[in-house]
């Protein structure tokens, strides 16, 4: 199994910008977590799918954030207009269940917003 | 609620010593409980986890930890040290029927030669 896929691995852009980052899970998986990793605040769950459908977005830092699951191999994190404050790694993750089931993240994408 | 407490940002060891990280938990129902291991630009993977039965818990690369009801501990420990370990470490609580993982800050772990 090719694991979870992300991508692109690495995304500078200019403040403004919109910048679209992509996810795919593994196969047979039906949850799938966004998260955010900065120095400042650790690990931080963003938005959170199941069955496609997104369950929980209250941690989706504001309006400029939206993301998407059109079916069950691909999931995009958009940010527009970008900040600097937005520079941070971006993680996709995907459970078969929940509760004790491990979560494979994929490799993240750095993102800097200048 | 749910919370995870990793005491030390940062732990320092000689190759060859033992490693111990800790990681205490608050949780009102009975928890599972992660380690996960993030190298360098990768992701996050997981070392070990408790869900119910044995308390001490065997994961890869010869780590393992043990849980502690009485003292809400799930601390994570090594016999001995290689310089491959180095890495931050992250302890996790989740809990039946819940999709929430809540992430300890983690604990960068440095080997020393």
């Known amino acids: 199994d090719a694991g979870v896929i992300q991508s692109p691995r690495h995304e500078v852009t200019e403040m403004g910008q919109e910048v679209t980052l992509r996810c795919k899970p593994i196969?047979?998986?039906?949850?799938l977590f966004w998260y955010r990793q900065t120095m400042m605040r650790g690990l931080e769950l963003l938005i959170y799918f199941n069955n496609n459908v997104p369950i929980d977005d209250s941690g989706m830092p504001e309006d400029r954030f939206s993301a998407k699951m059109p079916n069950a191999s691909f999931s995009t994190l958009k940010i527009q207009p970008s900040e600097p404050r937005d520079s941070a790694v971006y993680f996709c993750a995907s459970t078969l269940g929940i509760g004790a089931d491990t979560q494979y993240f994929g490799p993240g994408t750095r993102l800097t917003v200048l | 609620a749910q919370s995870v407490t990793q005491l030390g940002s940062h732990v320092s060891v000689s190759e060859g010593a033992l490693v111990l990280l800790r990681c205490n938990y608050s949780s009102s129902v009975p928890p599972y409980l992660f380690w996960y291991v993030q190298y360098p630009n990768q992701g996050l993977q997981l070392l070990l986890k408790y869900t119910t039965g044995a308390t001490l818990v065997k994961g890869i690369n010869g780590f393992e930890a043990e849980f502690k009801k009485s003292e809400t501990s799930f601390h994570l420990t090594k016999p001995s040290a290689h310089m491959s370990d180095a890495a931050e470490y992250f302890c996790a609580v989740s809990s039946p029927g819940t999709y929430k993982y809540i992430f300890g800050t983690g604990t960068r772990l440095k080997v020393l030669a």
């Open positions: 196969s047979g998986h039906n949850s």
